[in-house]
T-cell receptor, first 113, second 115 residues
Framework: KQEVTQIPAALSVPEGENLVLNCSFT??????LQWFRQDPGKGLTSLLLIQSSQREQTSGRLNASLDKSSGRSTLYIAASQPGDSATYLCAVDRNNAGNMLTFGGGTRLMVKP | GAGVSQSPSNKVTEKGKDVELRCDPI?????LYWYRQSLGQGLEFLIY????????KSGLPSDRFSAERTGGSVSTLTIQRTQQEDSAVYLCASSLALPTGAGYTFGSGTRLTVV
């Protein structure tokens, strides 16, 4: 059974810092990995999708990397802003007919002005 | 539509009542998924549809939960005889046909409160 772990569970940083969120998964037979953002009381917003054959994806100040063999992904946020405060979730797409996502527990990020 | 639409956005119901939650996926997305997020918990898979059929119902927590999808589009999640432990945010997502490389698009969710 696929298990996805995110470290740290919570993170508080001053504005302007560069930061790294970590995601690890136990079964490397994945189809893709997706990072989401969730604001309090809201649904999920997709940030980046990395196919299993890719090493990284970039969007603005966000960069996500994938090392499938070691079961790890990182989300790098450059020059953090208070508006980045949210919960960040990584989700692994299993490589089977069910095609469902297995989510990590999330990292709650607070960026202080 | 442009995104995944869920209604209602909030629902407060009395214990024992039935509720229906609606999900309208992105046009052309043949796969549709329901997840539940309880307070302080991660996302829990409930059920998914490929077209109108549900190959995997293993995540439904009890027989009080059911879901259907008609016309390969709108889906309804029904909870009968609601209990307080059913209180959660119910999220719907859709994607292109299996296997998908385009990822999933989530709706904003329905926050259900059972009092």
């Amino acid at each position: 059974k696929q298990e996805v772990t995110q470290i740290p569970a919570a993170l508080s940083v001053p504005e302007g810092e560069n930061l790294v969120l970590n995601c690890s998964f136990t079964d490397s037979a994945i189809y893709n990995l997706q990072w989401f953002r969730q604001d309090p009381g809201k649904g999920l917003t997709s940030l980046l999708l990395i196919q299993s054959s890719q090493r990284e994806q970039t969007s603005g100040r966000l960069n996500a990397s994938l090392d499938k063999s070691s079961g790890r992904s990182t989300l790098y946020i450059a020059a953090s802003q208070p508006g980045d405060s949210a919960t960040y979730l990584c989700a692994v797409d299993r490589n089977n007919a069910g095609n469902m996502l297995t989510f990590g527990g999330g990292t709650r990020l607070m960026v202080k002005p | 539509g442009a995104g995944v639409s869920q209604s209602p956005s909030n629902k407060v119901t009395e214990k024992g009542k039935d509720v229906e939650l609606r999900c309208d996926p992105i046009s052309g997305h043949t796969a549709l998924y329901w997840y539940r997020q309880s307070l302080g918990q991660g996302l829990e898979f409930l059920i998914y549809f490929q077209g109108n059929s549900a190959p995997d119902k293993s995540g439904l927590p009890s027989d009080r939960f059911s879901a259907e999808r008609t016309g390969g589009s709108v889906s309804t999640l029904t909870i009968q005889r609601t209990q307080q432990e059913d209180s959660a945010v119910y999220l719907c997502a859709s994607s292109l046909a299996l296997p998908t490389g385009a990822g999933y698009t989530f709706g904003s969710g329905t926050r259900l409160t059972v009092v």
